[in-house]
């Protein structure tokens, strides 16, 4: 059987899969999408990233596909309702990245509450711009407000409650009787009363229909005033261009974006220039452990899927 991966994966799972499997591994294949649907027409796993579009011409090229390993957890570039009709079985990496993820949403909150880490250069060329920056914030005694409580909403909020934050979430999906809510001392809100309440947010919701600009102008305007903002789930959840005008206006202390909603983003677009926003390419959830982990857990599930778990 072929295991064709079109996007970077630790070398070690790659290793343990060429135990078992004729495999080839074509990181650049992501970037080539013509030779990526001709290579699939010979596969019977594809595993991927974020970035290759697992959609209805990539599946009708590949009729022998059997599992598709996705190395992460958001499921918005795969056909799932084509691979269900195909009896494709969908093998994402859940839980493997979320400490990874969740330390980044605490680092980035702690800077820009802070904001203090981006006069190097200054300093550095003898300036001293003491009084500037001595105006930081406490975490200590503020309110994370967690929009999606999944696995790594619920993680950051046990990384936020150790600072002593007061955590607010909002989850139609979760109960009010889940046990998570006592776990993470996380008291539940609707959306508005949460925007209405925090001061820092942060977002762990898929990217659908109903979340789309979920944090349109008006939500954004519906922020405690001098509020920070982190996106680490998928870009199309934040419309970027009333973000950068909320910074702009100083309605926002900082916002933090690690997904776009075009990737890479385009020079020259509505965030250039915002003020107190930091960027980083899409890595919230890559760390040399999480890539690990997340490596493992897709090769061992794409192994079961092909062989039912037959040694």
């Known amino acids: 059987m072929h295991v064709l991966i079109s996007e970077f994966m630790d070398a070690p799972a790659v290793d343990a899969l060429r135990q078992r499997f004729d495999v080839r591994y074509a990181p650049d294949l992501v970037e080539r999408r013509d030779d990526l649907l001709r290579a699939a027409s010979a596969a019977d796993a594809l595993i991927v990233r974020n970035r290759s579009q697992v959609d209805a011409a990539l599946l009708a090229a590949a009729p022998r596909l059997r599992a598709v390993?996705?190395?992460?957890?958001?499921?918005?570039?795969?056909?799932?309702?084509?691979?269900?009709a195909r009896g494709i079985q969908v093998v994402p990496a859940t839980g493997a990245n979320a400490r990874a993820v969740a330390e980044y949403v605490i680092g980035t909150l702690l800077a820009l509450l802070r904001s203090a880490y981006a006069a190097s250069a200054e300093v550095a060329a003898g300036q001293w711009p003491r009084t500037v920056l001595s105006q930081g914030l406490e975490a200590h005694g503020r309110t994370l407000?967690?929009?999606?409580f999944g696995g790594i909403g619920q993680l950051t909020a046990r990384l936020a409650?150790?600072?002593?934050?007061r955590v607010v979430a909002c989850d139609a999906a979760l109960p009010a009787t889940h046990p998570a809510w006592a776990e993470t001392g996380a008291t539940r809100l609707e959306l508005d009363e949460l925007l209405a309440q925090a001061d820092a947010v942060t977002l762990h919701v898929p990217l659908t229909a109903a979340t789309r600009h979920l944090l349109d102008a008006d939500r954004i305007a519906a922020m405690r005033p001098g509020a920070v903002l982190i996106n680490t789930a998928r870009g199309g959840i934040v419309d970027e261009a009333a973000l950068a005008a909320a910074l702009r206006a100083g309605q926002l202390r900082g916002a933090a974006l690690d997904v776009f909603e075009q990737e890479p983003l385009p020079a020259g677009g509505a965030l250039a220039g915002a003020p107190n926003l930091i960027l980083t390419?899409?890595?919230?959830?890559?760390?040399?452990?999480?890539?690990?982990?997340?490596?493992?857990?897709?090769?061992?599930?794409?192994?079961?899927?092909?062989t039912g778990g037959a040694e």
């Open 145 to 148: 407000g967690v929009v999606g």
């Open 161 to 165: 409650a150790g600072l002593g934050m």
């Open 69 to 84: 390993g996705r190395l992460g957890v958001g499921l918005d570039n795969i056909d799932l309702p084509g691979c269900a």
């Open 281 to 306: 390419p899409h890595i919230a959830g890559l760390t040399q452990e999480a890539n690990t982990r997340v490596s493992d857990m897709v090769a061992a599930g794409v192994t079961i899927a092909l």
